[in-house]
């Protein structure tokens, strides 16, 4: 069974710097890439940020590029995302995400507040 689970959100204030963890469990993580999703009050989620299985190939969302760094250790099948300048439009549930065969797995969320 797949099990995502998340940490490090909180709150911040505009220009601060928060660091999230998502700790694979269930499969064989260094064969999927992984993804950061976000969703904020009344949005859609959105994708942030996915890195290839190795960690070699990394894409963003236009409005994170320069600002957050998705980085992942295999070997603590663990993927981490570094979200620095945060801005209050940065403020939303962050979640962890995996695709294998066409299939979605979630984490519970972590709620990430920018604010002063």
């Known amino acids: 069974q797949v099990q995502l689970v998340e940490s490090g959100g909180g709150l911040v204030q505009p220009g601060g710097s928060l660091r999230l963890s998502c700790v694979a469990s269930g499969f064989s993580f260094y064969t999927r890439a992984m993804n950061w999703y976000r969703q904020a009050p009344g949005k859609e989620r959105e994708l942030v940020a996915t890195i290839a299985r190795a960690g070699t190939t990394t894409n963003y969302t236009d409005s994170v590029k320069g600002r957050f760094t998705i980085s992942r250790d295999n070997a603590r099948n663990t993927v981490y995302l570094q979200m620095n300048n945060l801005k209050p439009e940065d403020t939303a549930v962050y979640y962890c995400?995996?695709?294998?065969?066409?299939?979605?797995?979630w984490g519970q969320g972590t709620q990430v507040t920018v604010s002063s």
């Open positions: 995400n995996v695709r294998r065969w066409g299939d979605d797995s």
